[in-house]
């Protein structure tokens, strides 16, 4: 099992890598165009909104697996107590039922954009791959979250404030 998600992880980052290195050089082809030659990419818009949309979506499973999501440490004197542990299982349950809302919401708007051929302004590119990559990536964070479930969180390292410290 481990294999397997350590194989998944390294594919996600690859294309997360992928994404990144396109939309920098997308960026700095429009750009110069722009400045130097007068003519911008056709379409770059279009695209730098598609790469953006995959790079969130690739990034949002290993953020969830990672347990990297915003917290607020306000509480965690309390909430890391091992008689705690019911109240993160709790979350992580209700994290997973929420992505699988996301990833059903857009497989269904998957289906409609394929139905009405939804496509984008500039490109023309069908909107149904996208939508369903998105619910996908988002039935792949739910996985994570579900497995958030039946592991217990990292303690955070101690604080070094001076408030802290006394």
């Known amino acids: 099992m481990d294999a397997y998600l ?9 294309l997360l890598i992928l994404t990144l290195m396109g939309m920098v050089l997308l960026t700095f082809a429009d750009v110069t165009g722009r400045r130097l030659f007068g003519t911008p990419v056709f379409g770059a818009h279009d695209a730098t909104e598609h790469l953006m949309a995959i790079m969130v979506f690739c990034g949002l ?15 965690d004197k309390w909430l890391l107590r091992p008689a705690m542990a019911w109240w993160h299982r709790l979350i992580s ?29 500039a490109l023309s590119i069908p909107r149904s791959g996208m939508y369903a990559f998105i619910a996908f990536a988002s ?6 979250a579900l497995i958030g479930c039946f592991n217990p969180p990292a303690s955070h390292p101690q604080h070094t404030t001076e408030e802290h410290a006394k």
């Open 6 to 14: 350590s194989r998944l992880r390294n594919a996600v980052e690859s």
């Open 139 to 144: 039935l792949l964070s739910a996985l994570a």
């Open 61 to 75: 499973p290993l953020l969830t697996l990672a347990r990297g999501h915003l917290s607020v440490d306000l509480f």
């Open 93 to 121: 349950a209700l994290m997973t039922a929420v992505l699988l809302l996301i990833a059903y919401e857009f497989f269904n708007a998957a289906i409609e954009a394929g139905q009405i051929q939804e496509i984008s302004q």
